[in-house]
């Protein structure tokens, strides 16, 4: 039911055509970040504020949203998110990837492909690539105009140097249509072959940063990489816990104090898909009903997993989890 | 290429440099300045605080716009480049050296990085090549090759100063400007620094202007010499000559001036 006091989708009409202005020029101009009068919404900044207010602009009555946080429905954030348009602006919710017209995703894109004709909103801590290796703004937006992306380079060198490996993990940077380069925020590395060819509008909000940038349908991007390290997206070295699948990416749950662990899909949606179609995993029982999914932040699920802790995983480290704590996109090893 | 051979095959001077002027408002930064620079030349600039050899010095490097005058690099207008050319040119043909390590080295990023982050400005993207290439460069300004992977903020005042001038020199520059290259150090780790310095501009074939208050850095360096005071050049000529035999009531006061051990 629509709370009668707020304009549709909370913000007022004004607003929105400034921010469908932004986002138009975004799309006209791949990854480059474009500024908006971001508002103050009623949540804290780090929340995803810039992709709550994309969201608002993009939504129409007909609409159907997911809300997803790390991959999963029913966390605090995408549960809260979820509420907040269902109230102000009345639209249906799902939480199947595939009925969605409009998904608001952080630091996850969805397992299932995407279609046409669905937008992607992500939440955004830092949208400036750049930012950990030169602070001054008006110097990271003369080497965008200027195309002086050397310095990204010299961060994955420091990543190899250092770790033998290019070691970042999230946030991997991503140049587009051989122009600009982006942060895809943080979405773990695995997702980044998602974010080109992909059918969807894919668009970007930082609310406190005040920018919006975008992906139109069927973009080229290409992740950043050396002749001889090439990029490689990678994920934990397992197969999900729940529903047997070995393509998806996994957050690694401790599971008891005596070194107990499972890998479960951090796409909920999908991975409870696969189980009503009857896939398993080694932990799941035989021809019970599927377990809830044990989503980390949630702590409720089968007797085994109570006291669940969430770590990361030192295959494939999962993204940040608190993105308004510290800096989200905050280079774990200090090479800024 | 040799530098004989390279100071034979053209007459022409580098950096052409005419009634370059510089104002802060009603003061003047520096005043009708003209000069030609050769190919392989050492032009060392000195003068006391103040007297507009940063300024002009700045200018030449393109970090500030002089209000009038003409800069011409290889026949180019350089005041006529669009901006995307001239910071090209000033990651590739030129280099600048600051006084300060900590202006021209990046702290957070290990001395590898610093050495390949031109490389990689310019598009190398190979690895290996880089670290290599990083790797013979810090050989040659005498850095340990164990110490490619740690920050410059562990390195001494001096190691920072020659890691500088490696990361500079990478990419091959043809003109490069040193901004008080020896300024803080003390005086073994400068006489280190002047030797490794003399020993590159030689092999390299470098053009460069210096410029310092040091006269003894001048002294071992440079070819020519020009005097600054309020702004103007007093006097040039050759090193040897201005310095024993100064015309300038300016430059016969700073000559005499240097203490005597």
């Known amino acids: 039911m629509t709370d009668q006091a707020y304009n549709f989708a909370y913000l007022d009409e004004q607003t929105k055509r400034m921010i469908r202005r932004a986002i138009l020029k975004g799309i006209a101009v791949p990854g480059y970040q474009v500024p908006f009068a971001s508002r103050e919404m009623p949540m804290p900044y780090g929340w995803g504020t810039g ?17 997803i946080d790390q991959g999963a429905d029913d966390t605090t954030n995408a549960v809260s998110i979820r509420r907040f ?32 004709g669905q937008i992607l909103v992500y939440q955004v801590p830092i949208p400036e690539p750049l930012r950990f290796l030169e602070p ?3 110097e990271t937006r003369k080497m965008h105009e200027l195309e002086e992306y050397g310095l990204m380079h010299v961060k994955l060198y420091e990543d190899i140097a250092r770790h033998g ?75 999900c816990d729940l529903c047997g699948a070995g393509h998806s990416y996994l957050d690694e749950v401790i599971t008891d104090d005596a070194g107990g662990r499972m890998f479960v899909c951090s796409d909920t949606d999908f991975c409870a898909g696969r189980r009503a179609k009857g896939h398993r995993g080694r932990l799941s029982s035989e021809g019970v009903a599927p377990p809830p999914h044990p989503s980390p932040t949630r702590g409720e699920g089968g007797a085994s997993l109570d006291a669940m802790v969430h770590v990361n995983d030192p295959l494939a480290s999962s993204p940040p989890r608190g993105e308004g704590m510290g800096v989200g996109g905050a280079d774990p090893e200090g090479t800024a | 290429m040799t530098l004989m051979e ?153 190691m920072q100063q020659r890691l500088q001038i490696a990361r500079n020199l990478v990419t091959g520059p ?26 590159l501009v ?24 020009m005097v600054m005071k309020s702004g103007r050049v007093v006097e040039q000529g050759l090193t040897d000559q201005v310095l024993d035999d100064p015309q300038h009531a300016y430059t016969q006061l700073l000559v005499s001036s240097v203490l005597q051990v």
């Open chain 1, 51 to 67: 992709g709550v207010q994309v969201t608002a602009a993009c939504l129409v009555p007909e609409d159907r949203l997911k809300v």
């Open chain 1, 85 to 116: 348009f269902q109230r102000t602006a009345g639209v249906a919710t799902t939480e199947a990837t595939a009925e969605a017209t409009v998904i608001q995703t952080r630091h996850r894109i969805p397992e299932t492909p995407l279609k046409a």
């Open chain 1, 136 to 138: 001054r703004e008006t």
């Open chain 1, 165 to 239: 490996q290019i070691a970042t993990s999230y946030a991997y940077p991503v140049k587009v249509e051989g122009r600009y380069v982006m942060d895809p925020s943080p979405i773990p590395k695995f997702d980044n072959p998602k974010l080109g060819n992909n059918p969807a509008i894919q668009l970007f909000g930082a609310g406190r940063e005040q920018r919006i940038y975008a992906l139109p349908p069927w973009s080229r991007v290409e992740s950043l990489d050396f002749d001889d390290h090439p990029f490689e997206a990678s994920k934990a070295a397992h197969d």
């Open chain 2, 6 to 158: 390279r100071m034979t095959m053209t007459d022409q001077p580098l950096l052409r440099v005419e009634g370059l002027t510089k104002r802060y408002g009603q003061r003047i930064g520096c005043a009708d300045v003209s000069f030609d620079l050769y190919p392989g030349e050492v032009l060392g600039i000195v003068g006391e605080s103040g007297s507009g050899k940063s300024t002009l010095l700045s200018c030449l490097a393109g970090h500030q716009r002089p209000d009038l005058g003409r800069i011409a690099y290889d026949g180019r207008d350089v005041l006529a480049m669009s901006e995307t050319e001239r910071r090209r040119l000033s990651r590739t043909d030129w280099a600048y050296v600051h006084q300060n390590p900590r202006d021209g080295l990046r702290m957070g990023v290990s001395a590898g990085g610093n050495v390949g982050e031109r490389l990689m400005a310019v598009g190398a993207r190979h690895y290996g090549d880089i670290r290599g290439k990083a790797a013979d460069w810090l050989g040659r300004v005498e850095i340990a090759a164990d110490r490619i992977d740690d920050r410059p903020s562990a390195f001494s005042g001096g």
């Open chain 2, 174 to 199: 043809r003109l490069v400007f040193m901004d008080e290259p020896t300024g803080g150090l003390d005086v073994s780790v400068q006489a280190r620094l002047l030797d490794l310095l003399r020993g």
């Open chain 2, 202 to 225: 030689r092999d390299l074939g470098l053009s460069v202007i210096i410029v310092t208050h040091d006269l003894a850095v001048v002294r071992l360096l440079a070819h020519r010499l």
